[in-house]
């Protein structure tokens, strides 16, 4: 068996306390050393120095055990920053996030400034250490594709991403893929999810044994590309007729429910009026056999938020197993 070198060990344990403070929120050197294996000096060790890099600090007033008073951990605010970049052809969001999910930044800008803009963010705030790009297209390297017709070749690259430090991670996801990612948590005993959005254009996330599913190439889930009655269905979504939009989309539903079975269906649509959505779903609930749990939301922007800091959790993580 290969030897571990005392520097991939240094990784290795912190990764272990970081994973811990995590999920715990905060701990005492007893508990991480339990929860992790490790003694409890290497656990000082380590905490001492996250501390010294800001990644960690002590947490409010100890209670006392009966003799002296354990010191608990918890991760800094401003540990590890995530910039969410929520791209949009016109407009696009940039988000700064910590590790334990406290909002640093939050600013709309015109998507045509968007490299400056990044680049004045990085100048500002070295500490990121990853960037998670949502986009609504298919992934590519650096940017992604886009339209009705692939065979077209509209694609969008990012310039930012020429100039990116060497050590900061990046990941590029659909959309609506984060959105899935996103409100999974909301489900912990939920195995199989499927999120929906029809706003101008069908697209879809999936959630199958709780592990994001992008099929071959990226492409699963590009549902307005499907012919329905003669044309697209991004053709249909478009229409100005409620009747005939509202047809589509209970179509595209049925047609998920039946293909995936997924435990939860939550679809977004901001063109119908509320009384269509509720019919749409009356009707779903008396029709499908499986009875998925149909949920409809307003807005996918805090499930897209939520998604991409989870995948920059995992991003973080594995960045780190990959160094140990």
Known sequence: MK?????????????????????????????????????????????KSLIERKAVCTFGDPESLGGRPAEKYTLTDSFAPILYVAFGFEKTELTILSMTGKLLLEKTIPTELLDEEVAALLSNKPQID???????????????????????????????????????FIEILNDLNL???????????VN?????????????????????????????????????????????????????????IQFVLELISLTLSPEVLVFSESKLPQEKILQIVSNLQNKLWAEPKIVFKDSKKQNGLSGAHHQAIDLFLKKGWEEA
């Open 179 to 189: 959105c899935a990612i996103g409100e999974l948590k909301n489900y912990p005993e």
């Open 3 to 47: 030897s571990v070198q005392p520097k991939n060990m240094k990784w290795h344990n912190e990764r272990l306390i970081i994973e811990y403070l995590l999920k715990k929120s905060v701990a005492a050197k007893s508990e991480i050393a339990e929860a992790t294996g490790m003694s409890v000096t290497t656990v000082r060790t380590q905490l």
């Open 130 to 168: 990853l960037v998670e790009i949502s986009v609504p297209g298919i992934p590519i390297k650096k940017g992604f594709l886009y339209g009705e017709n692939l065979e077209e070749g509209n694609s969008y690259s990012f310039g930012f991403l020429d100039d990116l430090p060497s050590n900061i």
């Open 192 to 248: 199989h999810l499927v999120y929906l959005s029809f706003s101008g254009c069908a697209g879809t996330g999936i959630i199958i044994d709780r592990k994001l599913y992008t099929g071959h190439q990226a492409f699963a889930g590009e549902l307005g590309m499907l012919s329905y009655e003669g044309k697209l269905i991004d053709e249909w979504l478009n229409s100005p007729d409620e009747k005939e939009r509202s047809k589509v």
